[in-house]
C-alpha cells in the first residue's frame, strides 16, 4: 500500500511538474493580446508606414509598438524596413535583438547586439542585453559578467546600477 501511495505521489509530481514546465515554455512564444488602444496605435502605425515607406522613423515606432506587445516577428520586420533605411541605428539593431531573444533565436541576438556595439560601443542598453542572453539564455556566465562590466562602465550612475552589481556577484558565486 506504502509502494502505491509513494508511487502514486511520485507519478502526480511529474505530471504536475511536466505540466507546469510546458506552461511556462507556451508562455515564451505566446503575447498578450495588446489593449484596444495600442492596438489602435499600431493600426495608425500600420497605415503611416504604407503611406511614408521612405520613414525610417515610422517603421521605428511601429516596431517599437509591436515589440511593446509581444509581437516579435512582426517587430523584427519593421525593424528590418528601418534598418535598410538607416543601417547603422544602434538603439533598432539593440531592440531587434531583443525581439530575436524574444522568440528563442539567441544567437541572432547577440548577433545584433555585437553588431551595435561595433558601431557605438559605449551604448548601454546594448552591454545589458548582450550580458543577459550570453548569461542567462547561452549559460555564458563568464562572458555574462564582461558584458555586465562594461555595462557599468558605461553606465556607472545608472538607476539599475546596484542590481547590475548585485547580478555580477550571484553570477560569480555560480562559477
Not at 18 to 47: F, H, N, S, W
Not at 54 to 68: C, P, R, S, V, Y
Not at 135 to 154: M, S
Not at 165 to 173: D, G, S, V
Request: glycine letters at 4%; aromatic letters at 6%.
Amino acid at each position: 500500500m506504502k509502494k502505491i501511495v509513494g508511487s502514486m505521489i511520485m507519478l502526480l509530481l511529474v505530471v504536475t511538474l511536466g505540466c507546469k514546465q510546458r506552461q511556462e515554455q507556451k508562455q515564451q512564444v505566446t503575447y498578450t493580446p495588446a489593449p484596444a488602444p495600442m492596438m489602435m496605435q499600431i493600426d495608425q502605425l500600420q497605415q503611416a508606414a504604407k503611406m511614408a515607406p521612405k520613414n525610417a522613423q515610422t517603421w521605428i515606432e511601429l516596431g517599437n509598438a509591436l515589440m511593446d506587445t509581444q509581437r516579435y516577428n512582426e517587430a523584427i520586420d519593421a525593424y528590418d524596413k528601418a534598418l535598410a533605411l538607416d543601417p547603422k541605428n544602434v538603439p533598432v539593431l539593440v531592440d531587434q535583438g531583443t525581439c530575436y531573444r524574444g522568440i528563442g533565436k539567441f544567437d541572432k541576438a547577440v548577433e545584433l547586439y555585437r553588431k551595435a556595439l561595433k558601431i557605438d560601443p559605449k551604448f548601454p542598453n546594448g552591454h545589458r542585453n548582450l550580458a543577459v542572453v550570453l548569461a542567462y539564455d547561452l549559460n555564458n556566465t563568464k562572458e555574462g559578467i564582461k558584458e555586465f562590466q562594461r555595462y557599468l562602465e558605461v553606465a556607472p550612475n545608472s538607476p539599475d546600477a546596484e542590481t547590475i552589481r548585485q547580478t555580477i556577484r550571484e553570477l560569480a558565486a555560480r562559477k
